[in-house]
């Protein structure tokens, strides 16, 4: 079946750590996407790639970093330096950037809490 | 600053009744709207969608309105069923990148 996988579905981290969230499609999506679910928040954009080897920030980019080696994979690292890091992580992509025929396929979310 | 929003945080409606609910924006280069519902601890799922040319658009109990001189959108469910609790999300894009509303939580009462 075609979609999202995000890993791992639960992460627990110490602070000071870097974690690094999982993102595969096999939907043929040139677009990528990593959002953050906080309560009573909408989502809020990290990171979006709209081509492989390509990738720019969203509204709250800091203490975030990605990569796009492939254009299945988009992996999210937190950092450090993210200072709140624990909330609900959703990755996504679609099929190009002009969005007419299409919308956003999400992942099932990754929680990440910092002990 | 919000470029997409949910004035309504929660939403109750007897089962068989209309739910309304109420999405503002405020980007006039936002040309395609969508909405998702949203369980605890899952991803969202898309909804029903609508285009800037296009002020209608119905997929069974589901319609979404646009009207772009009010920068205003709303979804209809009619009629709302028990299932159709959940956390639904508006979203707008001008093409590259898609803003998402804070979500309003709507409760059918059986």
């Known amino acids: 079946d075609g979609g999202i996988t995000q890993s791992p579905k639960y992460l627990f981290r110490k602070e000071g750590q870097n974690v690094t969230l999982s993102c595969e499609q096999n939907?043929?999506?040139?677009?990528m996407y990593w959002y953050r679910q906080d309560p009573g928040q909408g989502l809020r954009l990290i990171y979006y790639?709209?081509?492989?080897?390509?990738?720019q920030k969203g509204d709250i980019a800091e203490g975030y970093s990605v990569s796009r080696e492939k254009k299945e994979s988009f992996p999210l690292t937190v950092t450090s330096a993210q200072k709140n890091p624990t909330a609900f992580y959703l990755c996504a992509s679609s099929s190009g950037t002009r969005v007419y025929a299409g919308e956003l396929f999400f992942g099932e979310g990754s929680r990440l809490t910092v002990l | 600053d919000q470029q997409v929003k949910q004035n309504s945080p929660s939403l109750s409606v007897q089962e068989g009744r209309i739910s309304i609910l109420n999405c503002d924006y405020t980007?006039?280069?936002?040309?395609?709207f969508l909405w998702y519902k949203k369980y605890p601890a899952e991803g969202p799922t898309f909804l029903i969608s609508?285009?800037?040319?296009?002020d209608k658009n119905e997929d069974g109990r589901f319609t979404v309105f646009l009207n772009k001189s009010a920068k205003h959108l709303s979804l209809h469910i009619v009629p709302s069923q028990p299932g159709d609790s959940a956390v639904y999300f508006c979203?707008?894009?001008?093409?590259?990148?898609?803003?998402f509303g804070t979500g309003t939580s709507l409760t059918v009462i059986p």
């Open positions: 790639s709209q081509i492989v080897n390509d990738f």
């Open positions: 609508i285009s800037s040319i296009k």
């Open positions: 980007n006039s280069m936002f040309d395609y």
């Open positions: 979203a707008a894009t001008p093409g590259n990148q898609f803003y």
């Open positions: 939907l043929n999506h040139d677009a």
